[in-house]
């Protein structure tokens, strides 16, 4: 028989998991219309909620129980590395409605997805996409590849309402990148070697002048750096989150 005090630790112990659900930062900012809810579940994964729509980039199920976060209206994966495309996270916030949009080797892993080309625009349900390259020019791994070749990623520039927001996926301060105009937003990665050191990130930042700076997809690197590098900046609030 159990007693009521073991029944009471198994009702906590059975909570946990929804706490932690609940337990992601949040960041509401307003557009013209209506306000946007950021959650920042970590890494490179990312949830938007436009009114009723659910825009869920690069979900990964090593950071979250998919099965008990909303069905995405919209999808958004920037390229193929398992921490960007995971099939047990898409399967579980893909509804029959869902669209997927994806790099063309993500759609040899996932059926029934729209291919973005880098420099592509489309808009769902009132949702502005551009599909800005992601790529490396500088760090390579050891045969001499770069981490992430030219054409096979993409950051993706959103509009909601009167809000541009850049998400950059895993690249580096690309030409294309430093040539983007009126970004609201932007979420740059500093996951070294993969992609871009703290003077990458101030480099960018200085040359398209995001209003607000998030860093993320940030592993280990050290954003003290970046915070340094960036303190006598007077276009860009940075703000950090946990998105390691």
């Known amino acids: 028989m159990i007693n009521i005090t073991t029944l009471i630790l198994l009702v906590v112990c059975l909570a946990i998991p929804v706490v932690?659900?609940?337990?992601?930062?949040?960041?509401?900012?307003?557009?013209?219309?209506?306000?946007?809810?950021?959650?920042?579940?970590?890494?490179?994964?990312?949830?938007?909620?436009?009114?009723?729509?659910?825009?869920?980039?690069?979900?990964?199920?090593?950071?979250?129980?998919?099965?008990?976060?909303?069905?995405?209206?919209?999808?958004?994966?920037?390229?193929?590395?398992?921490?960007h495309l995971d099939p047990v996270a898409l399967q579980q916030v893909r509804a029959d409605s869902t669209i997927v949009v994806l790099t063309e080797i993500c759609a040899e892993k996932v059926d029934g997805g729209v291919v973005m080309e880098n420099g592509d625009q489309r808009t769902y349900m009132g949702i502005d996409i551009i599909a800005v390259p992601a790529y490396n020019v500088v760090h390579k791994r050891d045969n001499g590849e770069l981490f992430h070749p030219k054409g096979e990623g993409n950051g993706y520039v959103l509009t909601f309402g009167d809000t541009r927001i850049y998400i950059a996926g895993d690249t580096e301060n690309t030409p294309e990148m430093k040539a983007l105009e009126d970004i609201d937003y932007a979420f740059l990665p500093m996951n070294l070697p993969y992609t871009m050191t703290p003077g990458m990130v101030v480099d960018a930042v200085c040359a398209f002048k995001p209003k607000v700076l998030y860093p993320y997809h940030y592993g280990d690197t050290n954003i003290s750096e970046l915070i340094e590098l960036l303190k006598d900046n007077t276009h860009t609030e940075v703000r950090i989150r946990k998105m390691q």
């Open 20 to 83: 932690a659900q609940e337990s992601f930062e949040k960041d509401v900012i307003e557009t013209s219309e209506g306000d946007l809810e950021i959650t920042f579940i970590g890494h490179g994964t990312l949830i938007f909620v436009f009114g009723d729509k659910v825009v869920h980039v690069d979900p990964w199920s090593r950071l979250a129980d998919y099965s008990k976060l909303p069905k995405a209206d919209l999808i958004l994966l920037t390229h193929h590395h398992g921490d």
